[in-house]
């Protein structure tokens, strides 16, 4: 599966992507097709196809991507407005590329998501 997997190939630069940020354990990347002005996607450096597989030793990992969308946030200008995390998990959540990946939204302000 990592083989095939779109945003594993981001992280290891053999697809093109607008990378703003990569440590040992997370990649974050702008969004092909952004719903926002700001609309960047924080995935796991190592194949996770949703959070129902993440396991107890990715705890450090899952916490570690929301730090890094926070500081990502802060470097968009977006941290002081606020931001929307979003993680679609398997088909009924919207999830489309089975790569765990938080997708960080911001620069407009949104409607509420369940009003
Ligand atoms: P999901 O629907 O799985 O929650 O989100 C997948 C997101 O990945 C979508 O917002 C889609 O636009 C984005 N996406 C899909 N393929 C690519 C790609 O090849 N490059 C980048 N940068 N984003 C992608």
Known sequence: ??????FCKIVKKEAKATI????DQVTG?????????????IVPNKHIES??????????????MFVIARQIAVQEG??????????????DGGQTVFQLH?????GQRMRHPLG
Do not use: S, W
Request: with cysteine; aromatic share 8%.
């Open 29 to 41: 990347f702008r969004d092909v097709h952004p719903v926002a002005p700001t609309h960047i996607l």
């Open 20 to 23: 703003l940020f990569q440590d």
């Open 1 to 6: 599966m990592v083989d095939i997997c779109i």
């Open 102 to 106: 938080l997708h960080l939204i911001g």
């Open 78 to 91: 977006i941290y002081e407005g606020g931001y929307r995390i979003i993680v679609n998990t398997g088909p």
């Open 51 to 64: 959070l129902n597989d993440l396991m107890e030793i990715d705890k450090t990992m899952i916490g570690h």
